[in-house]
RNA sequence: UCCGCGAUAGCUCAAUGGUGGAGCAUUCGGCUGUUAACCGAAGGGUUGCAGGUUCGAGUCCUGCUCGCGGAGCCA
């Protein structure tokens, strides 16, 4: 007798047949008549149930007639083929052992769920085919990025998640604060004396890991960040979370080109890896959730990633004849709508933008000689817009300087963030990814909210 | 934060200003190969909260809370 996991029992069903088996995992769902009764088995091992078949000649048979839901089980039997057309094997149990019984208002039902009640039950909701498949996916593609740099030689920086810098452009920060809020200590102006903070100082969570990176990017050449990030924007949208994962390489000695090279490669491998490694979970977003999804994803495989710049991008909309809400004038940010006009309607396929007026990008991005642009670059990919954004970094210290005083930054506390210009600069580029906006991406779903375990957005910090 | 929509049984949804219903779930009964099994019956409600209009409010009005869609911020 051994002990299977399902997912080896549908890998290699030829090994199991004819032998009894032992499986241990929860009730999915389950059926029954006077005499016999199906239940369908997941041991978390397969997205895939595995159909336990019971008879009346179990000594427990009224008992586990009557199991719920969610229940926990072990069952011993024989694997044999199914009479079934729906699967093609299935498991003849001689025993059923209740393990932990589930109660009657178990939430999860035999029916369709709405996203937003299961979000009230997160602990809950990866029980479900969806929830069970997108965190897998978002597994998979964890750890297909590790996989990606690691191939290339890059070194993973674990950058701090407690920041001391305040203006890092990319958004509100969250304060990180050990002081009494109703009583705090106070200077003899009146003002709230930070000295006395843990640290000594104001501290906020990061916003994103890049700066604190880049002089890695000085000592290993290749390096990335793959970590949290807060962000305190009061967002609501399906695709803004307040705490999300980042991935952010940077490269030595490569420019703006090299950069989206690099995206366009890692995307492509992650999208492969997610493809090959999980079929049943793609084939379940292709059925339920995004009709398009596997035709999109292997264009995106088959088909080279599209460039145009700012300019060109501006101009495309203009003469695109379609009605914006939004004015398409030179030096304004791209709206959501134009976005998607550019990656859904015009090429329907991933986007870089580049090149992007000065005044609406980061400091830190590198000038172009034209003096109005700089070698910035966001991806955009239909259906989630926005995935990637990234730059060639301004490494002219006396450009990155007169660009702290138009930022109005102190130069003072990013003295640390010139030295890398001071000793020894360098061409160097990188780009950020959102990993929630990758996930969202590889399976169709919809909702930032749905593809993080325990979503925190404006006004939900559950569990 | 702004604009729009919504909140009714455990869940998903109906209900012209006039006695709040259905499907699923639950309980009971039936059924020898089901696939969100099927068939029959039963139980299940302070209609999000607080006010107001009206003879009468789930329905109309005001405020609040929460959710959803879109926008901004961005990844």
Request: proline residues 5%; glycine residues 6%; charged residues 25%.
């Amino acid at each position: 007798m051994t002990n299977p996991l399902i997912k080896e029992i549908f890998n290699s069903s030829e090994d199991y047949l004819g032998k009894e088996i032992t499986l241990t995992g929860w009730v999915r769902t389950h059926r029954v008549s006077k005499n016999f009764g199906f239940i369908e088995l997941n041991d978390g091992s397969s997205f895939k149930n595995l159909q336990v078949v019971f008879e009346d000649t179990l000594p427990n048979f009224d008992e586990i007639s009557r199991i719920t839901l969610g229940s926990s089980i072990k069952v011993t039997g024989v694997l044999v083929e199914s009479p079934g057309a729906k699967q093609p094997v299935e498991l003849k149990s001689g025993s059923i052992e209740i393990i932990g019984l589930a109660d009657l208002d178990f939430p999860i039902q035999k029916k369709r769920h709405t996203f937003e009640y299961l979000r009230t039950i997160a602990h809950l909701r990866p029980r479900t085919n969806t929830f069970m498949a997108v965190f897998r996916v978002r597994s998979i593609i964890s750890y297909a990025i590790h996989k990606f740099f690691n191939e290339r030689g890059f070194v993973y920086v674990h950058t701090p998640i407690i920041t001391s810098t305040d203006a890092e452009g990319a958004g509100e920060m969250f304060r990180v604060t050990t002081l009494d809020h109703h009583n705090p200590p106070r200077n003899e102006h009146g003002h709230v004396d930070f000295s006395q903070e843990i640290f000594g100082k104001q501290a906020h969570l990061t916003v994103s890991g890049q700066l604190t990176v880049e002089p890695f990017c000085t000592a290993f050449r290749n390096v990335y960040t793959f970590g949290p990030t807060f962000r305190a924007e009061n967002s609501n949208t399906a695709r803004h979370a307040n705490e999300f994962w980042m991935i952010e390489p940077e490269i030595a000695f490569g420019d703006l080109n090299d950069d989206m090279r690099l995206a366009e490669d890692m995307m492509k491998f992650v999208i492969n890896e997610v493809m090959t490694q999980a079929p049943d979970e793609m084939e379940f977003f292709d059925k339920f959730i995004d009709n398009e999804l596997i035709k999109r994803l292997d264009n995106v495989l088959n088909s080279e990633f599209k460039v145009i710049t700012y300019t060109e991008a501006i101009d495309l909309l203009n003469k695109s004849g379609h009605e914006f809400e939004y004015p398409t004038t030179w030096g304004e940010n791209l709206q959501t709508e134009h976005e998607r006009y550019i990656t859904e309607q015009i090429f329907n396929k991933p986007v870089f933008v580049i090149d992007y007026p000065k005044e609406i990008k980061a400091f830190y991005m590198k000038l172009n000689e034209d003096d109005k642009t700089v070698r910035a670059m966001d991806l955009l990919v239909p259906g989630v817009g926005e995935i990637i954004g990234g730059s060639q970094r301004e490494d002219r210290p006396e450009v990155l300087e007169a660009k702290f005083r138009q930022f109005g930054i102190n130069l003072e506390e990013y003295s640390w963030y010139q030295d890398i210009r001071r000793y020894g600069t360098f061409p160097h580029a990188g780009f950020g990814l959102g990993l929630e906006r990758a996930v969202m991406y590889i399976t169709g779903m919809k909702n930032i909210r749905d593809v993080v375990p325990y979503p925190r957005t404006p006004n939900n910090v559950l569990f």
